[in-house]
């Protein structure tokens, strides 16, 4: 924004000074009152003034000249300076300052939002720091569904963030610590690898088959895992697999398994498993290259992940947090708030039944002790203001004991409306079918690859039905099955409120009727295309075009885009996505919306500019590429009713 732009603020913001202005006259001595505006009942205006209630409470038996809170709401009515936003007041109830705004105002005030651009538009948020600790899966171990939900809550809410101007650290806060991975490094340690070749040559000697045959065993001499690797060589190599590629692309998540399952049966690996968490955060060399393989192959599986949802992340993992430990516990024992209970160091947690453990009896540190060190660490090294955490709900105990232990330790203010801040934004559990933890048929918990994989091709296959594969080129199809399949998978999760369980279901979220990402997008391109039809000029329409709201339906239309910041703003403080989604009372203006602009393109543009776009935009899709293509495709499904 340019600095000498002037700062407009939502909607509300601008009655808010309005009201402000009134509220000092009408009532003096209540200096600390601040006004309170929300959007109101269609049927009243479109938005109301809060205060004469609670005014009223406060100055009634002072001796006050006001009779009740109606006169209150009266005199706040009368009071209010002119203004050419407002068409009209009314007094409703127990003193509510109804307004319904101005037509005229509203159509140059989206004049202005199309000429200046829809950044000059974002909600002025009280933040200019924040940390967004999201998705971090554990090293060692597959992502899970349960991280697809905290990737894609935690990437829109740093969307979100960013579109209002906050500067946004996303971290992946890796589980690359502790025994879990140390177990995998203590197998990976004590592997030994066997490999014999088999020559074989066909009878007619026209190939030559080669088999290489590997067996990975461990110290103890047990077979944990075999792998057959097939070369056919014939007049050209073709190259099945190798032992090279097993190494590189291995199956972490299998790897942890037979891992895990050593553990729980062989009490011998399972001793020499804690003795690795000890050479390993001793430092000893052997077990720091293989903890850093394991590493390595896990980074390589998420990124492939992030890559396909257009995710980026910063790694900081636990391990980074590790060196500062001490210090920061250091610091808190000084403070006194820490404990000794039953051999381990704790924080003592009112209401709470168990202590904050931060030094286990064993004089590890853990999950606990590195949270409260990151904390400190986001605060004090990185200066954030706001501390934002995405994880499932089942986490919340965790996070309530880290946020009580930083305010008693003085690093965060008490209470929860001022800054610096920290947030937990738990989620809900994903569902089957069945009600049940989605699990896939083996119940093993589903792989997130596995489900984008079937996302993208449930989509090829309906675009593929309807022709396309003839219309378009393999690459076009491809984009396209994957724009929709991943952002149908995306919509699904974002449009619910995050805390509820939400059941997973292909047919529903790939629906193009329902609430859904394939209907966004068909909207959006029936947009695009009725204004293509139109032959009307975007850029034209910012130099010569005077804006005149007739229709009802295109007032509300205006007003609609115009609330656009404030409804930023909410998803923003509550930190709920799907406040952005469509709501009931938005889905409704949506729908009469696209039925007006269908007789109105002039105003579609507008449309187009600041609304579907922008919106998808924020969810991380970009909409300009999909054009193309979903123009191609909703004209070739369902033509009729649009044309
Ligand atoms: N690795 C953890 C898990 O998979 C999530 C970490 C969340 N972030 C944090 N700072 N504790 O459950």
Request: charged share 25%; aromatic share 10%.
């Amino acid at each position: 924004m340019a600095a000498d732009e002037e700062v407009v603020g939502t909607v509300k913001d601008q009655l808010a000074k309005l009201f402000e202005e009134s509220l000092r006259v009408t009532v003096p001595d209540q200096t600390d009152t601040d006004p309170l505006i929300a959007a109101c009942n269609p049927r009243f205006g479109d938005y109301q003034c809060n205060n004469a209630m609670s005014l009223w409470t406060k100055i009634k038996g002072t001796g006050s000249a006001f009779t009740g809170p109606q006169p209150v709401g009266q005199a706040i009515m009368t009071n209010l300076p002119r203004s050419e936003m407002i068409e009209s007041c009314s007094i409703a109830g127990p003193g509510f300052v109804n307004v319904k705004l101005s037509r005229q105002w509203i159509a140059k005030s989206i004049q202005k939002m199309l000429i200046k651009g829809i950044e000059t538009w974002s909600p002025k948020l009280r933040v200019k720091r924040a940390v967004v600790d999201f998705s971090s899966p554990n090293i060692a171990k597959e992502m899970h569904v349960g991280h697809l939900r905290s990737t894609i809550i935690g990437d829109t809410l740093a969307r979100m963030l960013e579109f209002s101007n906050v500067e946004v650290l996303r971290r992946n806060h890796v589980g690359d610590w502790g025994t879990q991975v140390s177990i995998s490094v203590c197998l990976r340690v004590c592997m030994h690898i066997y490999v014999s070749v088999y020559l074989f040559v066909s009878s007619d000697l026209a190939c030559i088959n080669i088999i290489v045959r590997v067996l990975v065993m461990d110290k103890c001499s047990s077979t944990y895992s075999k792998v057959l690797v097939y070369c056919i060589l014939g007049n050209k190599v073709v190259k099945v697999s190798s032992v090279k590629h097993w190494y590189t692309v291995p199956d972490n998540g299998a790897f942890y398994k037979a891992s895990k399952q050593r553990f729980d049966s062989d009490p011998g690996f399972k001793e020499r498993a804690q003795q690795a968490v000890v050479s390993l955060q001793g430092g000893k060399e052997k077990y720091r290259k293989a903890w850093s393989q394991i590493c390595e192959i896990s980074r390589k599986g998420y990124e492939k992940v992030y890559q396909r949802l257009g995710i980026v992340l910063e790694e900081k993992g636990e391990s980074f947090y590790n060196p500062y430990i001490p210090g920061v516990l250091e610091e808190l024992g000084k403070k006194g708030l820490i404990e000794e209970s039953e051999g381990a160091r704790v924080i003592f947690i009112e209401g709470k039944k168990y202590p904050f453990i931060v030094v286990k009896s064993d004089g590890g540190f853990n999950y606990a002790s590195t949270d409260l060190t990151a904390l400190w660490y986001r605060l004090n090294e990185e200066k954030a203001e706001w501390m934002i955490y995405v994880t499932d709900v089942g986490q919340r105990e965790h996070f309530e004991m880290l946020f009580t232990a930083a305010k008693r330790a003085g690093w965060l203010p008490p209470g929860d409306n001022s800054y610096p801040k920290a947030n937990h934004v738990g989620f809900g559990l994903v569902l089957g079918e069945d009600g049940k933890r989605f699990r896939t048929r083996s119940t093993e918990v589903v792989k997130l690859v596995d489900l984008l994989d079937e996302a993208k091709s449930r989509c090829k296959a309906a675009l593929v039905e309807r022709g396309k594969a003839e219309e378009w080129t393999e690459e076009e199809l491809e984009q396209t099955a994957e724009a929709v399949g991943y952002g149908a998978v995306k919509y699904a999760d974002l449009k619910n409120n995050r805390l509820t369980n939400y059941t997973f279901n292909f047919d529903q979220m790939l629906n193009d009727q329902g609430n859904t990402a394939v209907y966004l997008l068909y909207a959006h391109a029936r947009i695009c295309s009725i204004i293509r039809k139109s032959g009307k000029d975007v850029e034209e329409l910012k130099k010569t075009g005077a804006l005149v709201l007739e229709h009802p339906n295109e007032r509300a239309l205006g007003l609609h885009l115009l609330q656009f910041a404030e409804i930023v703003e909410e998803a923003c403080t509550n930190l709920l996505p799907n406040v952005l989604l469509w709501g009931q009372r938005r889905r409704q203006a949506d729908s009469c919306c696209v039925k007006r602009l269908q007789r109105s393109c002039g105003n579609a543009s507008i449309y187009l500019v600041f609304g579907q776009s922008t919106r998808y935009d924020i969810l991380g899709e970009d909409s300009s590429h999909l054009q193309k293509d979903f123009d191609n495709y909703v004209w070739a499904h369902d033509y009729r009713y649009y044309a």
